[in-house]
């Protein structure tokens, strides 16, 4: 039984649907080509997590407002953690989100995880991915999303209310064809 599997039956959905929800979320890799997580350094929940202390010192990693321009991808995304953690570690690692699934650092304690650095050990591997997914997944009561399928509502909890300007519910839609298909469901 591979770990999908065993995700998908701890959330009653099928294999079909976490794969889709990886794919868009991540490209379907949790990790960069160095072995790392992928993270995604979220500036604006920087700002609101240190009450905006460093807004005007550090505004490329802390910002009132979301701004895509701020971005820098791939690895160049932990040059912006470290440089955060060194103003706050641990909010710094609260504020990026992490892994296939893309899951803020913040919602550690939704995951399961105890502390902000058990979540991040387990962002280390796929399985420590799958673990924090489902464990968000039912602390958000969003497995009964999963198993109907329901994209939009799904989206609209797990991306924000927002979720359709990036086309969330339909780039997962889509997805979960793909893989039923490929797994024969």
């Known amino acids: 039984m591979t770990i999908y599997k ?4 701890a959330l009653g959905c099928n ?21 790392r997580a992928k993270i995604l350094f ?11 202390k460093f807004d005007s010192t550090h505004p490329d990693i802390s910002s009132k407002k979301w701004n895509k321009k701020l971005y820098k991808g791939n690895e160049a995304e932990y040059r912006r953690l470290d440089r955060a953690m060194a103003l706050s570690a641990e909010l710094a690692v609260q504020s990026a989100s992490w892994g296939k699934f893309q899951i803020m650092g913040f919602n550690y304690k939704r995951c399961g995880f105890k502390d902000i650095q058990d979540f991040m050990f387990a962002m280390r591997s796929e399985e420590g ?4 997914f ?7 009561k969003l497995a009964d999303e999963l198993q109907r399928r329901d994209w939009a509502g799904f989206a609209s909890v797990y991306n ?3 979720y359709a300007l990036n086309a969330y519910d339909s780039k997962m839609a889509t997805a979960y064809q793909r893989f039923a298909k490929e797994l024969g469901l």
Request: aromatic share 6%; net charge negative; proline share 4%.
């Open 6 to 9: 065993q995700a998908a039956d």
């Open 15 to 35: 294999e079909a649907a976490i794969r889709a929800v990886a794919s868009v979320e991540s490209a379907g890799s949790g990790f960069l080509p160095d072995g």
């Open 42 to 52: 979220e500036a604006h929940i920087f700002s609101r997590l240190t009450g905006h």
């Open 129 to 132: 991915q799958l673990k924090a």
């Open 134 to 140: 489902v464990g968000f997944i039912q602390s958000m």
């Open 160 to 162: 924000g209310p927002q």
